[in-house]
């Protein structure tokens, strides 16, 4: 640290002032507690792309209601999200347990709930895919690539565990030596220099740095998405050796919390909104509760990015666990008929491709198997999983199930189930088949369902197979 933090003598003069108001009435307290557990909700995943609107988060969290128009992975993110704040807090209430890699690394397990594919830039600015494993240090190289075309290259997977470990050390020789403000700010940014994860590291910081505020009686600095470029600003000044950067926007922002508490506490509205905001709030529950979304190339883009992750990627899992009965395995995909040998894609929406605090890295084409969809209209792709020659039949059985994605122009096609004849384009016996709208995501129970069809389908011809 170069200077005095700013604002930390207010800080400490409005804690202070809440300290005198303690304890506050349970009915004060349950609407900060609601009122910061859904501010921070929202803002750290809409840093990251989530579009959930504030008032679809608040249904979700509180009321437990998705509509059919919310993406499955930002529902399953939020919730995962607010999970993983629920143990933020637990922790900070145990003032005899130190914060440990292992606690770090649960938090990045439980915000990404599973493995999933997505786009990296390598040390030498080659864009790549990786299989993100929730929950481990990076096994590759990480880089983003900033607005000015230059590639920023995070520590090492070799060096991150002991980083990390260093890390750690110097937060429990500082914890009693620095304010909270300036430990939790420094914090959150020295993690994101080593950026361990291939995934989650702005979200994993931010729920560190507010573990350290919680367990020193602070409430939690909320960084707002509307704010983002100068929360941005501030680290890329950190980067370059100016820690008062980050420790001042820090504790600009729990100034903002303090002075919520302290209106709280007066028995003051802490939700009123802007008549603007207001206004726009009602346009969105009036005119957006059901969109019509016609397919442009982004649309197709990210309706594929969607259902390759979150449909068909968990399908294959689950019937690589089939592999042992059968003598090969292998996946054919078509493209409007043709074969594509090679599987040359981007498995992730232009939301994705973010540097490490979530700063969107434009996409200049929409590709899928080097097909740019800006050029080429496409109409169907379809996934063909062989499972050939049953071991445990003295005939030949082969089993191949057939997935296809078509988009329409104003919603798309889900249909999975036997393929009975061997060319992609013959007959089909579906198990499954959905149409929905742009902008949807099929529902856990149907995809439940669509699993469930197709395994049982397979163990029956295992089993009635001689």
């Not at 349950?30 to 504030?54: A, C, P, Q, V």
């Not at 169907?380 to 005939?395: A, D, G, N, R, Y």
Request: charged letters at 30%.
């Amino acid at each position: 640290m170069n200077n005095k933090p700013e604002n930390l003598e207010k800080i400490n003069s409005l804690k202070s002032k809440l300290e005198s108001k303690q304890p506050l009435e349970s009915e004060v307290k349950n609407r900060l507690d609601r009122k910061f557990n859904l501010e921070f909700n929202y803002n750290s995943n809409h840093i990251e792309g989530n579009t959930l609107t504030y008032h679809q988060t608040e249904l979700l969290l509180y009321s437990d209601i998705s509509s059919g128009d919310l993406r499955f992975k930002d529902v399953e993110e939020m919730k995962a999200h607010d999970l993983a704040l629920s143990q933020v807090n637990l922790l900070a209430t145990r003032k005899e347990e130190p914060l440990t890699e292992k606690f770090i690394k649960e938090l990045n397990r439980i915000l990404l709930v599973r493995p999933f594919i997505k786009p990296s830039i390598g040390p030498d600015g080659i864009e790549t895919n990786i299989t993100i494993k929730p929950g481990e240090y990076k096994t590759k190289p990480n880089g983003v690539k900033m607005r000015n075309g230059e590639i920023r290259n995070y520590i090492s997977p070799e060096e991150t565990a002991m980083r990390m470990g260093d890390l750690l050390n110097w937060f429990k020789t500082n914890r009693d030596q620095l304010h909270p403000i300036e430990l939790g700010a420094l914090f959150h940014h020295k993690f994101l220099e080593i950026h361990p994860f291939d995934d989650g590291n702005g979200r994993v910081a931010r729920l560190i740095m507010n573990y350290v505020f919680y367990s020193s009686g602070f409430p939690p600095v909320i960084i707002k998405s509307s704010d983002k470029e100068n929360y941005l600003v501030a680290l890329r000044k950190s980067d370059s050796g100016d820690d008062d950067s980050i420790v001042n926007y820090v504790a600009k922002e729990m100034m903002w919390s303090l002075n919520l508490c302290l209106k709280a506490s007066d028995g003051k509205n802490i939700n009123e909104k802007g008549d603007l905001d207001k206004e726009i709030e009602v346009l969105r529950r009036n005119k957006l509760s059901s969109p019509i979304i016609h397919r442009t190339p982004k649309i197709i883009f990210e309706t594929f990015t969607q259902t390759e992750n979150e449909v068909w990627t968990p399908l294959t899992e689950t019937l690589k666990k089939f592999d042992d009965f059968f003598a090969e395995s292998s996946i054919d995909i078509y493209v409007d008929n043709n074969l594509i040998k090679e599987k040359k894609f981007i498995p992730g929406t232009a939301n994705w491709l973010t540097n490490y605090v979530g700063r969107e890295v434009p996409v200049d084409r929409y590709t899928i198997f080097d097909i740019d969809l800006e050029e080429v209209d496409i109409n169907k792709v379809v996934w063909i999983q062989k499972l050939l020659s049953l071991k445990t039949s003295h005939e030949k059985v082969d089993i191949m199930i057939k997935f296809e994605l078509e988009f329409l122009d104003s919603k798309y096609s889900i249909r999975s189930g036997e393929l009975v004849s061997k060319f992609h384009d013959g007959a089909t016996n579906f198990k499954f088949s959905k149409d929905y709208k742009y902008g949807n995501s099929p529902y856990h129970s149907e995809l439940d369902k669509l699993s469930e069809s197709i395994t049982s389908f397979i163990i029956e011809r295992i089993k009635t197979s001689n």
